[in-house]
């Protein structure tokens, strides 16, 4: 079990950036894959970034690769998704979402954060 717990979000103009990060209890957490989605008002929850427990492997949807970068420091059991060039269409509550079992990023995630409110305007 895990418990994760978002912060970084805010509200920030078109261009700009943001870092969140998401702190996970537990010594469990190295063995987790973890993942970031977002929903946007109306919309479904999509993932929008993931890394395996070793790091070595990341997964970006297309419509952030090249301006979102996610990584893990398992020594201090956080994850980060450092977020450049910021859109409005970025603007969504972003989760922080473990997984457990094999690397999958668009598999089942069995833990979830309680979100953080990334607001872009134009």
């Known amino acids: 079990q895990v418990q994760l717990v978002e912060s970084g979000g805010g509200l920030v103009q078109a261009g700009g950036s943001l870092r969140l990060s998401c702190a996970a209890s537990g010594r469990t957490f190295s063995s987790y894959t973890m993942g970031w989605f977002r929903q946007a008002p109306g919309k479904e929850r999509d993932v929008v970034a993931a890394?395996?427990?070793?790091?070595?492997?990341?997964y970006y949807a297309d419509s952030v690769k090249g301006r979102f970068t996610i990584s893990r420091d398992n020594a201090k059991n956080t994850v980060y998704l450092q977020m450049n060039s910021l859109k409005p269409e970025d603007t969504a509550v972003y989760y922080c979402?473990?997984?457990?079992?094999?690397?999958?990023?668009?598999?089942?995630?069995?833990?979830w954060g309680q979100g953080t409110q990334v607001t872009v305007s134009s």
């Open positions: 890394i395996s427990w070793s790091g070595g492997s990341t």
């Open positions: 979402a473990a997984r457990s079992g094999s690397y999958y990023p668009k598999g089942t995630y069995d833990y």
